[in-house]
C-alpha cells in the first residue's frame, strides 16, 4: 500500500459537519476509504468534541486523531485566520507508525511536565527512523501570572534531562488568537486537554527534514544584558532596559507601550558575532510589555542570561526569500519521494499584524502546496533546531517536509 496523504479544510460553522466535511473531501483526494491516522486543528470558535465526532463518523473509530486549536489554518488551496476554519490530514500508510503520548500538569511546573514527557519518549531513538513533533498547549489560564503564556524553555529542558540526543524534531506552542485571548486545547483521539504537551513520535520508512523562516533582521549593534530574572529583563548595558529600547526606536515622546509586541524583538545571534548575517543562528524572543516602574521588558521566555549579547530586530519578511527557502529544502529531499508537508507559522507573521503587502504563506502554498499534500497552522511560540540546540523561537515559520525512499 505505501503511503497515502492527504489535506482538506472546512469553514462550516457546525462543528460536526465541518469534521464530516473535511475528512470526505480528504479521503476522496487520496483516493481512500479509511486511513490509519490523521492530523485535525481547527479555531476555538468549533466545539472540539462535536468536531471529533464528526471525523471520526467518516474516518472511524480506529483511526487515530492528533491536533487541536490553532488560531489559523494553511493549506494548499486554502489560509484563514479569523472566525470558523478547520483543517484535516489524512495518512494512511504500512511503512510507518505513529505513537503518542500526552502529559497533562503544566500548571504545576513546565520543567517537571516536560520531563515526566521525557521519560515518556526515552526510548524514542530505538525507533526506526525516528521523527519527533511536539505540541503544547502555550496559554495559562492564571491570569495573575506576569507572563500569560507557559515558556517552551523549561519545558524542553525538562524533556532533554531525559533525553539523550534529539530525533530530527519540530514543535508548537498552539495559541486560538491573538496575546492568547481565546481558549486553547490538545487533542490525543478522545482526549480533550488544556495545559498539557502532546508528542507525536513518526517512525519508519519516513523522514522529516525542517527549515526556519525568521522573517526578522539585525537592526542594531550588540548590546548586553546585565540585570534580568526569568523572563523579566531590567537593565540593558548597565540602564533601564526600556530606556535603551526607546534610544532605539528614536521616539521623541514615549513609545505607547501597550503595543510593545509590535515595536520590539530581540534576537540572539548563536553564530560568530560580526559573521554575515544567517537568520538559521538566531533566536528572537517577542516582547510581551513592560514594567513602567521598574523600566524592565517582559519577554515570551525565560532563557536569556545575564552576559547575552543581543541586537534589536527589525520586521522582515522577503516573501521571495521564502519561496527560496523552501525550494531548497525540496531539493535538500534529492530522490526521496515527498509525501506531506506540515508548516509552522507564528501568528504574528499575517498580513494583519506584519503589514506586509501579502500573507507570506502564499510562497509556501505556491512553493510546497502545489507538491504535495500541506497542512499548516499558525502559532504562539514555534520550537525547532537551531545549530546544535533544540530551541523555542518567535516570529517564526517551521517548514517541515516528510519524505520516504
Not at 30 to 50: G, I, P, T, V
Not at 80 to 104: K, M, N, P, R, W
Not at 143 to 172: C, H
Not at 272 to 296: C, H, M, Q
Request: charged content about 25%; overall charge negative; glycine content about 10%.
Amino acid at each position: 500500500m505505501s503511503t497515502k496523504a492527504a489535506v482538506s479544510y472546512s469553514t462550516e460553522h457546525d462543528s460536526y459537519n465541518a469534521g464530516r466535511e473535511m475528512s470526505l473531501k480528504a479521503l476522496a483526494d487520496a483516493r481512500l476509504d479509511k486511513c490509519q491516522f490523521s492530523f485535525a486543528f481547527a479555531s476555538s470558535e468549533h466545539d472540539a468534541e462535536k468536531l471529533i465526532k464528526g471525523i471520526k463518523s467518516v474516518l472511524g473509530e480506529e483511526t487515530l486523531i492528533l491536533g487541536g486549536t490553532s488560531a489559523g489554518i494553511i493549506t494548499g488551496d486554502y489560509m484563514g485566520y479569523e472566525g470558523f476554519h478547520a483543517g484535516i490530514l489524512v495518512i494512511s500508510s504500512d511503512e510507518i507508525s505513529i505513537d503518542t503520548h500526552l502529559v497533562e500538569g503544566l500548571k504545576d511546573g513546565e520543567y517537571d511536565t516536560g520531563r515526566k514527557m521525557g521519560e515518556k519518549i526515552s526510548r524514542i531513538n530505538e525507533l526506526e527512523n525516528p521523527n519527533l513533533l511536539l505540541f503544547y498547549d502555550s496559554m495559562q489560564y492564571d491570569r495573575s501570572k506576569a507572563n500569560p503564556f507557559y515558556q517552551a524553555t523549561p519545558i524542553l529542558a525538562g524533556i532533554q534531562s531525559v533525553l539523550n540526543d534529539w530525533p530530527p524534531v519540530a514543535g508548537v506552542g498552539i495559541v486560538g488568537g491573538a496575546m492568547g485571548t481565546k481558549r486553547t486545547e490538545l487533542w490525543n483521539n478522545d482526549k480533550i486537554s488544556k495545559d498539557s504537551i502532546l508528542s507525536v513520535l513518526i517512525s519508519g520508512s519516513i523522514r522529516m527534514d525542517t527549515t526556519i523562516m525568521h522573517g526578522l533582521k539585525p537592526a542594531s549593534d550588540y548590546h548586553t544584558i546585565t540585570k534580568a530574572t526569568g523572563n523579566i529583563l531590567f537593565e540593558f548595558d548597565g540602564r533601564p532596559a526600556m530606556e535603551v529600547a526607546s534610544e532605539y526606536l528614536g521616539f521623541i515622546v514615549e513609545p505607547d507601550w501597550k503595543n510593545a509586541m509590535y515595536l520590539i524583538t530581540i534576537g540572539v545571534n548563536r553564530g560568530e558575532k560580526y559573521d554575515p548575517f544567517r537568520e538559521e543562528n538566531y533566536i528572537n524572543r517577542l516582547v510581551l510589555g513592560v514594567d513602567e516602574t521598574s523600566g524592565a521588558l517582559l519577554v515570551m521566555e525565560g532563557d536569556l542570561k545575564v552576559g547575552d549579547n543581543f541586537q534589536f530586530m527589525r520586521r522582515s519578511i522577503e516573501t521571495d526569500m521564502v519561496s527560496e527557502m523552501a525550494q531548497k529544502l525540496m531539493e535538500s529531499i534529492g530522490t526521496r519521494e515527498p509525501l506531506f508537508a506540515f508548516y509552522i507559522a507564528c501568528l504574528g507573521r499575517v498580513k494583519k499584524f506584519f503589514g506586509t503587502e501579502k500573507e507570506e504563506s502564499e510562497e509556501i502554498q505556491k512553493t510546497i502546496g502545489s507538491k504535495m499534500p500541506l497542512l499548516g497552522i499558525y502559532s504562539g511560540t514555534e520550537i525547532a533546531r537551531v545549530r546544535d540546540n533544540v530551541m523555542p523561537l518567535d516570529w517564526t515559520g517551521v517548514l517541515c517536509i516528510f519524505s520516504s525512499k
